[in-house]
């Protein structure tokens, strides 16, 4: 299984009050992996990355989708020496791509429970 499909589960096993829907699309280049949606947030999404190092590889089109899309966008993070995560709001795409890890404005998961509560308090 790939590095994100294992990071979707934990996704999916840690927001189980979030209805998700996730997206494989060639065609439209940049969207996000996945739409959440729940009745208090309404429709947000969440770009998935497994990074070996400090550098978020975001395509340019990823980087534009959430340019143009800066709020209730997240993009969340997962290193492979990491337990828990990092959320960004889809707004530090740019400073991410530049900067990777040390860009500013991530939140910081004590614990993958965390996930949902931040996400919904979008």
């Known amino acids: 299984m790939k590095a994100e499909s294992k990071l979707w589960q934990k996704v999916k096993r840690h927001t189980p009050n979030i209805t998700w829907t996730r997206v494989e699309s060639w065609s439209s280049f940049g969207f996000p992996d996945l739409v959440g949606y729940t009745e208090k947030a309404g429709f947000f999404t969440v770009e998935l ?6 550098k978020v590889a975001l395509s340019p089109h990823q980087i534009s989708f959430h340019v143009k899309h800066p709020t209730k966008t997240f993009i969340l993070i997962q290193t492979r020496d990491a337990c828990s995560p990092k959320l960004y ?19 910081e998961l004590a ?3 965390e996930l949902e509560r931040l996400l919904l308090g979008a």
Not at 49 to 54: A, D, L, P
Not at 89 to 107: D, F, H
């Open 89 to 107: 709001p889809g707004a530090c795409a740019l400073e991410l791509s530049q900067l990777g890890l040390a860009a500013p404005g991530a939140c």
């Open 49 to 54: 990355k497994v990074t070996k190092s400090n």
């Open 111 to 113: 614990s993958w429970s």
